[in-house]
């Protein structure tokens, strides 16, 4: 019989060769990147919304793992959880019975979701979900047509690669789904002229782009979910960073008054602890791909439903509700908003602060700062290596991780867990502040010639930039 593994001295077996592993087994192009961005540290605990580095420091997880930590790392609720579903061990993937935890997890989740939608599918990731959901739209209308907003993100296989937003994640592996289109943000117009040939199965959206941080203007989703209804097409809110309370409600769309045929969800679902999504589906459409017993597994997965990742599911919706999560980050989201806009407005090189909710971007005009400062030999990564030289003062300077992002400009994006509180929301202001003034007034060539340092240290060249 196999011993006991000691898990402990195999995490720090595995941290000491991490480095050599990724470079020989893994991906050696992330790994170049990760140390050109300056952002190869060891962290060694996690706790709430902190990480603690192998040097002890602690850091305000702004990045929550692309937002799937909503309850910062190992929340005792769900983390006790899992463990008495795994002292328990209820029998997992079955199959052929009818799964409880799974028809529980879907009732609950539809009573946080109410009037949305009537039946729940399962998957293992939002990218799964947003191919389910597209499945179940092209057979709902026997239309081959996708559309998306431009600089949408929706995953990365290959349906949802086809309505992703940014070419440069598209380019290389086409061709792509047919019947897949972009239409330019926000153009209602062209939204209708699409619509108007009445071959578009669905519309799939962000609330707020995860990319940009944008929104559309007050009453344009609602408008164009009544294009959709006027031509038949289904409207398929892609809620998988945006829900689960991010934004100051479960569902962003709930701020509009929007009923989508179809809801997807992921990432925060269960907390970050156990990868999960969900399809929430009218029920017209629901049986129109289950439409009799036959047919009636004609969309299934192996892993889905399992006993983890419906008990962290349901113990996340419990913390959600119980800790009235969703309203916490509308008033810190607000609080966060306000003191940002007031702090950086008189920096040059801001040109906007939007968001919703604990979901908050500050967009950068890269031509408001002084050339010298920037370094001409990046070629067309000097943009982005500009917010990533901000991003790295957060890090260096202030202790805060946070992204930079945008397809078209640099974007400082923060998605804290919603358990922040407002000495968190007092101290990303401040370090934006600082960061943002240093940008603005050139006096951010040590993190841009950290950068450079990185490439010659990792020996990065620029055609593999």
């Not at 999504?277 to 017209?284: H, Q, Y």
């Not at 031509?367 to 067309?380: D, T, V, Y």
Request: proline share 4%.
């Amino acid at each position: 019989m196999a011993e006991r593994i000691d898990v402990a001295a195999l995490l720090a077996n595995a941290r000491t060769g991490a480095r050599d592993s990724h470079f020989a087994h893994m991906n050696p192009a992330f790994a170049k990147l990760v140390e050109l961005i300056g952002f190869d540290r060891s962290y060694v605990r996690g706790e709430g919304q902190y990480l603690w580095d192998a040097q002890g420091h602690r850091v305000l997880d702004c990045l929550a793992g692309y937002g799937a930590l909503a309850l910062g790392r190992a929340h005792p609720v769900v983390t006790d959880a899992l463990l008495q579903c795994l002292t328990l061990a209820p029998p997992a993937w079955v199959r052929w019975e009818l799964n409880p935890l799974a028809a529980e997890a879907a009732r609950r989740l539809k009573l946080q979701c109410v009037g949305v939608a009537d039946r729940v599918f399962f998957t293992n990731s939002g990218t799964e979900a947003i191919e389910a959901a597209m499945k179940f739209a092209r057979q709902h209308t026997g239309r081959p047509g996708l559309l998306a907003w431009s600089d949408s993100f929706h995953g990365l296989t290959y349906g949802a690669l086809s309505i992703n937003g940014n070419e440069d994640l598209q380019r290389g592996f086409g061709p792509l789904l047919p019947g897949a289109a972009i239409v330019e943000f926000g153009d209602l117009a062209a939204l209708e002229r699409d619509l108007s040939g009445r071959d578009v199965a669905a519309l799939v959206v962000e609330p707020v782009q995860g990319k940009t941080l944008r929104t559309l203007a007050p009453g344009a989703l609602q408008e164009a979910h009544a294009l959709c209804k006027r031509y038949g097409t289904l409207l398929i809110a892609d809620e998988i960073q945006t829900g689960c309370g991010r934004t100051g409600a479960f569902l962003a769309v709930h701020h509009d008054g929007v009923e989508p045929d179809m809801v997807v969800l992921a990432k925060a679902l269960s907390g970050g602890f156990v990868p999960v999504g969900a399809v929430l589906v009218r029920s017209d459409v629901w049986e129109s791909t289950f439409s009799s017993m036959d047919r009636s597994v004609v969309h299934s997965s192996t892993f889905h439903e399992g006993p983890l990742a419906m008990v962290a599911l349901l113990a996340t919706l419990e913390v959600i509700e119980q800790d009235h999560l969703a309203a916490r980050a509308a008033d810190l989201g607000e609080s966060l908003l306000g003191q940002l806009r007031a702090e950086c407005a008189d920096i040059a090189c801001v040109r906007e602060i939007r968001g919703k909710g604990l979901m908050v971007g500050v967009d950068l005009d890269t031509s408001r700062i002084p050339s010298f400062a920037k370094i001409p030999l990046l070629g067309r990564i000097t943009e982005p290596m500009i917010g990533q030289a901000a991003i790295m003062q957060l890090l260096d300077v202030h202790s805060i991780l946070a992204q930079t992002t945008g397809a078209r400009r640099p974007l400082l994006k923060f998605v804290p867990p919603l358990i922040v509180n407002a000495e968190d929301v007092q101290a990303i202001v401040a370090a934006t502040g600082a960061s943002c003034r240093s940008l603005a007034s050139g006096r951010f060539y040590g993190a841009m010639g950290s950068v450079a340092g990185n490439m010659l240290r990792t020996g990065l060249g620029l055609s593999r930039a």
